[in-house]
């Protein structure tokens, strides 16, 4: 049975949806109204009509040039003006309530962003839900952090005759771009730790995962003083370049292709001005051995091969299998499969839903034929098949080292599984790979795997045994070696990314002593002081 799209009168009330044609974008504490060219937005769902599919057109929003663009840095930079603005000069406090504040007026949105989540980028429902809630816990984490770690550093240490205070204080502008498969969770990891420091910020959406975001341009402008975070719309090159080339931001947050990253950051004039905060590229592996158990392993790995339709970067984008164990594997992971419900993000236990990235079929078509010509099969019915949006998994076996697929991460629907013969032939991959995020491990033995964890954690930031690649919880280092990552995000850790530790030092003698305790009494600086009300 082929993968059918609905007719609209099918579709549940509860998650119709009118066209969004976005005007609003937000300048320098302003919500102005956009008169100029406008880019297309579609979504990966099409319907059935009487003259064949048609995708569905969800709205528009601006398409800015460089004079725009240049508009919203600015608006950035008088907004920090070099430290001395009205939010990087804020106290831990203050920013809090604002904090707080913006995320009561999220609230309010939540439906709004979920059901925008689901027509965009094709997020189930249940998935939609989980990345709006796990935003909202996510910010209120990062406020414990940042209240915890105001407190720590609210106190003076002594060391060899002088006396300090040591605190963390903000780079300064921040270009922010985040990714279109979590343009919610993962812009908001970088987003908020960059603002809760004290920087001000300017804000790019990803290309896919616009219109969701829309509604909380309200919400930034309530909540936070004007210029502390602009919008950023349209084509890259255009709007990106020319802020790079300004030389006037100061750290650099992407998640997303490292090619991407690359050229983008090529083209600031003071690179060593430039802080970069990175998510990159991919290819974790999965490393089954020969005594892991096949009926636990298998649920995991599907999940963790296909689960968003492959599109995470902890995805587990090539599987490793000893010769002996690749029939019985194959076997349960196909009958697995098959349990996978294929639909629409709003029809109940869907696993398998479109793509939102125009022509991602096609590519991904061509990883399929390539392997299949240096010799892989497809084992599964309809594997690869394409319908409009809409891509079968395509479960390869045996992939080739020649493959394109065994070396490109694919960010899609397909699953590369790979036989070996000794296990330093997956070792030696892992060494080879120019990515280095995470591995999987699955067996029993104790002492193999000790000895495989200490291989692998020089080669990848984190290494899983008997569970997927993943990111959470949200209070671990997420990082890579390599082209993986640049930069370690948790809920604390971001918040170091973002800041600076900056102190300020006298000698331990009394006439300093005097002056100190005088600017604390009197609350003079806001840097210096032992007080807080967190």
Avoid at 40 to 60: K, M, R
Avoid at 173 to 181: I, R, Y
Wanted: some cysteine.
């Amino acid at each position: 049975m082929s993968f059918s799209f609905p007719k609209k009168d099918l579709i549940p009330e509860e998650f119709q949806i009118s066209p969004k044609h976005q005007k609003r974008y937000l300048i320098n504490g302003e919500l102005r109204t956009w008169v100029g060219k406008t880019e297309t937005v579609l979504s990966p769902i099409f319907l059935e009509t009487e003259t064949g599919l048609e995708q569905v057109v969800l709205g528009s929003y601006p398409s800015f040039g460089e004079v725009e663009a240049l508009e919203a840095l600015d608006s950035a930079v008088k907004a920090y003006n070099q430290g001395a603005g009205e939010w990087p000069q804020s106290t831990v406090e203050q920013r809090i309530v604002a904090i707080e504040n913006f995320i009561s007026l999220m609230q309010t949105k939540r439906d709004e962003i979920i059901l925008f989540l689901m027509w965009e980028i094709g997020k189930t429902h249940k998935d939609s839900i989980k990345e709006f809630d796990r935003t909202i816990e996510y910010i209120n984490d990062t406020i414990d952090a940042l209240k915890t770690m105001e407190k720590d550093s609210s106190k003076f240490i002594t060391e060899k005759g002088i006396l300090a205070q040591i605190k963390r204080a903000p780079y300064g502008v921040v270009l922010c771009m985040g990714p279109f498969n979590y343009p919610l969770n993962e812009t908001f990891c970088t987003l908020i730790p960059a603002l809760a420091m004290g920087n001000t910020v300017v804000f790019k959406p990803a290309k896919f995962g616009v219109l969701l975001l829309e509604p909380l341009l309200e919400c930034f402008q309530k909540a936070f003083p004007k210029g502390v975070i602009s919008t950023l719309y349209g084509d890259g090159a255009k709007v990106v370049s020319p802020i790079m080339e300004s030389g006037n931001v100061d750290v650099f947050a992407f998640i997303g292709a490292s090619q991407t990253a690359n050229i983008i950051t090529k083209k600031h004039p003071k690179l060593n001005r430039l802080r970069s905060v990175l998510g990159l590229n991919a290819k974790n592996p999965a490393i089954l051995l020969e005594d892991c158990d096949l009926d636990a392993v298998v649920p995991e790995v599907l999940a963790g091969s296909l689960a968003y339709n492959g599109q995470r970067c902890t995805a587990l984008k090539i599987i490793f299998v000893p010769e002996k164990l690749a029939e019985p594997f194959l076997e349960k992971y196909l009958t697995l499969l098959k349990t996978w419900k294929r639909g629409m993000p709003w029809e109940k236990d869907i696993m398998l839903t479109p793509l939102p990235e125009e022509g991602k079929t096609k590519w991904l078509t061509e990883l399929i034929e390539d392997a299949v010509t240096l010799g892989a099969k497809i084992h599964n019915s309809k594997g690869g098949m394409v319908t409009e949006s809409f891509m079968n998994p395509a479960v390869l076996f045996p992939v080739s080292k020649q493959s394109r697929v065994y070396h490109e991460e694919q960010f899609g629907p397909i699953v590369p599984i790979v036989p070996y013969h000794n296990i330093e032939e997956t070792l030696e991959y892992v060494r080879d790979s120019n990515m280095g995020q995470q591995a999987s491990i699955f067996g029993k033995d104790a002492k193999t795997i000790g000895l495989l964890v200490d291989r692998l954690v020089n080669q990848v930031a984190r290494v899983n045994i008997n569970t997927q690649c993943q990111r959470g919880p949200d209070s671990f280092p997420f990082t890579g070696r390599k082209d993986s990552a640049d930069g370690t995000l948790s809920v604390t850790d971001a918040l170091r990314a973002f800041s600076i530790r900056s102190l300020v030092a006298a000698k331990d003698e009394e006439s300093s002593k005097e002056i100190i305790r005088k600017i604390v009494e009197t609350k003079s600086s806001r840097f210096i002081g032992t007080e807080t009300k967190l």
